[in-house]
Nanobody, 123 residues
Framework: QAQLVESGGGLAQAGGSLRLSCVGSGRTFSSSAMGWFRQAPGKEREFVAAIWSGGRTYYAGSVKGRFTISRDNAKNTVYLQMNSLKPEDTAVYYC?????????????????WGQGTQVTVSS
């Protein structure tokens, strides 16, 4: 059974950095588009970033220029490097994967989800 497991969340100060990892198991995700979403308390889950199987990336406007999504297909892993963190980045961050190779910002188009990792940014 395919699974995604996130790690790397924690507490950071405003202006700091964190790096999230998402390891896939049960199937290879090298030909899949991968994405990161987040859900802040009291808010709906929102798109953060996505990466094509070939490496092309796509970002939400709120994180563009601060966050970087990347992948290592040999390790079946996708990363989210988060720099210049802001308190409004505080959320549970979820990794997701599509069966297809094209990226999407729509949650409904992702087939596999991780359990989430908490990121808290203090001011």
């Amino acid at each position: 059974q395919a699974q995604l497991v996130e790690s790397g969340g924690g507490l950071a100060q405003a202006g700091g950095s964190l790096r999230l990892s998402c390891v896939g198991s049960g199937r290879t995700f090298s030909s899949s588009a991968m994405g990161w979403f987040r859900q802040a308390p009291g808010k709906e889950r929102e798109f953060v970033a996505a990466i094509w199987s070939g490496g092309r990336t796509y970002y939400a406007g709120s994180v563009k220029g601060r966050f970087t999504i990347s992948r290592d297909n040999a390790k079946n892993t996708v990363y989210l490097q988060m720099n210049s963190l802001k308190p409004e980045d505080t959320a549970v961050y979820y990794c997701a994967a599509r069966r297809s190779y094209g990226v999407s910002s729509y949650q409904s188009e992702y087939d596999y989800w991780g359990q989430g990792t908490q990121v808290t940014v203090s001011s």
